[in-house]
């Protein structure tokens, strides 16, 4: 059997401080071609891509920014477009895979060795089906943008993505988790067995589902204190920024206590870690990654301004939601005393 062709897709928004691991990571575990579509982006996303297409011109992008021109309520659905597009151009590239991942999630084989065809083939045979990997959420980890380590502590999840075969299959509607297929169509889970997803969220794995397999996500959500604080502001710089409601604090190995860890054979991750040194070495792009960082860590910093000054604003319970688990809950503390406590804050919002 001929080895099929598998594509790796992404959305991606200001990730240039991420993107170079990211692809060479995917790259390594066997991932044939890469394709990021970039969507309101003001960092140096773009030149990192370009530089990294120059030396393996199985990587490319694409500006999706036209999907702005459309209505709002067409806009909000950017993903799933772009995804849509996705497969249609896949389809008639002649790819007999297909997989979308954000940038901080990593198709990772349970002992780092396994590339995604020989999972494919050890599972599927000659009968390709959909195979949905869980997330494993990666604590936060105590250096600001730290590559994988080995040994790293996660937690399991329900969420999960899949990797599926996108010819003589009916594919019905894409979605972010897991696609729509016909009826006949039955997916599997990373140790080969029928997949059971969530009665109430299909897009989820049922809680039976969710244990350990021989392959996954590693969904890296908080990376360390200072990047899950700059992640919390949504929009431009230059516009007005917002802070996202959906994160419900800070998760690390400092203040969790780690029950399970991803730990790989140790020479298997060294010549992991040597290759993905010499690929860095080679693109030549740490200062466009630099400027990057430093953009981050400005957003953490406005960002944090923002949460403590919630305290002011009559939102105490924001603040303290969004600092959990953070070194700032000490400060959060002190300005939440100087100003009477949540409950006096909540009696002068109210009356005001």
Not at 23 to 46: E, K
Request: glycine share 6%; proline share 5%; hydrophobic share 40%.
């Amino acid at each position: 059997m001929n080895k099929p062709r598998i594509r790796l897709c992404a959305v991606a928004k200001d990730e240039g401080p991420y993107l170079a691991e990211w692809v060479f990571h995917h790259l390594h575990v066997g991932f044939d071609q890469i394709h990021v579509l970039l969507n309101r982006t003001s960092d140096t996303s773009a030149a990192v891509l370009e530089r990294i297409g120059q030396a393996y011109p199985q990587v490319t992008f694409e500006f999706i920014d036209w999907v702005d021109l459309c209505d709002p309520s067409v806009g909000r659905k950017l993903q799933t477009i772009a995804y849509a597009k996705a497969l249609a151009d896949a389809r008639a590239a002649g790819v007999d895979w297909l997989m979308f991942l954000d940038i901080d999630e990593f198709w990772t084989a349970q002992d780092l060795a396994t590339r995604v065809d020989q999972l494919i083939a050890r599972l599927c045979g000659d009968t390709p089906r959909p195979i949905s990997f869980l997330w494993h959420c990666e604590l936060g980890q105590a250096q600001a943008f730290c590559p994988l380590q080995n040994g790293a502590g996660y937690e399991l999840s329900s969420h999960l993505k899949t990797l599926f075969p996108i010819q003589g299959i009916e594919i019905q509607h894409v979605r972010v988790h897991h696609p729509i297929f016909a009826r006949d169509v039955v997916p599997i889970d990373a140790d080969g067995h029928p997949m059971v997803y969530s009665e109430t969220q299909p897009e989820l794995a049922d809680s039976t589902a969710i244990a350990p397999r021989q392959a996954y996500v590693i969904h890296r959500m908080y990376r360390s204190e200072e990047e899950y604080l700059a992640l919390l502001l949504r929009g431009r710089p230059s516009g007005k920024q917002q802070l996202k409601t959906n994160r419900p604090g800070y998760r690390s190995h400092r203040n969790v206590k780690v029950g399970r860890r991803m730990v790989w054979p140790g020479e298997v991750f060294a010549a992991y870690d040597s290759a993905k040194r010499d690929f860095m070495q080679r693109l030549e792009i740490s200062a466009l990654i630099e400027r990057d960082r430093e953009a981050i860590r400005q957003r953490a910093a406005r960002a944090l301004s923002m949460l403590l000054a919630l305290v002011e604003q009559g939102d105490p319970d924001g603040a303290t939601r969004f600092l959990r688990g953070t070194r700032h809950e000490a400060a959060l503390a002190a300005r939440l005393a100087a100003h009477g406590g949540t409950e006096e804050l909540g009696r002068s919002a109210a009356s005001g």
